[in-house]
């Protein structure tokens, strides 16, 4: 990990010093590869089934969320300044790896586990989606619980990443609790965007025409 941070710096201090919007969203594109791979690793789902979903889920989320907050609320000129740009769009893939990785594990695990539930709901005339919803339902609360909790006690028990950032960088408390309170707001909002549309675009893949679920962990294969 010392080694990986240690490159890390390396490369962004040229993306700095360089400042092309160019290289900047290429850069993007190898986090949202890297997250990808690193998704498919942690879950165990293969790879025509998740990689092009959240690889989606993560660009479309990133992209909206991310160029929103940099160009509408910071208001910049340049918003693909690397000074904001890479680290907004980090901290964004960071909290989206991480939920949509709980949430497709209690997701798939929930239809294995339940797989009665589920056919017994169609076989009662609920269509494909609303049988699915008690799964992504779970999916999505177990996901954000561990996020929840963090806010819940946020400033109490423990002070966050950037608003200890910004006061070690010289602004003020109410300034520190700004940026924190955006940055809490866009992570929610990219997480919960990017889980909805990779569940969505999964799911298409999970399931034949008849609504019953397909081979979908590396696992199944052997």
Sequence with gaps: MIVQLFLIGMYL??????????????????MIFVAGQTALVRTG????????????????SVV????????????????????YFI???GILMGNMLSSNVIALNTYYSGLKREQQLYCYLLGNGATRQEAQAPF????????????IANI???????????????????????????????IMVITFTASMLSLMITISLASRKSFDEYGRILQVTKESQK
Excluded at 45 to 60: D, H, N, T, W, Y
Excluded at 139 to 144: E, G, M, N, Q, R
Aim: proline share 6%; net charge positive.
């Design 64 to 83: 909206l969320v991310g160029m929103y907050f940099i160009g509408i609320v910071l208001q910049l000129d340049n918003v693909f300044s690397a000074q």
């Design 45 to 60: 789902l293969k790879r025509e089934i998740l990689l092009i979903p959240i690889s989606v889920g993560f660009l479309c």
């Design 136 to 147: 992504i339902r779970e999916a999505i609360i177990k996901s954000f619980s561990p996020l």
């Design 13 to 30: 201090k040229y993306l700095f010093l360089w400042n092309n919007p160019w290289i900047n969203f290429l850069w993007v594109i190898i």
């Design 152 to 182: 819940a006690v946020m400033g109490l028990v423990a002070l966050p990443g950037t608003m200890i950032g910004q006061i070690l960088g010289g602004s003020s408390p109410n300034v520190a609790i700004k940026y924190q309170m955006m």
């Design 87 to 89: 680290p907004i769009f």
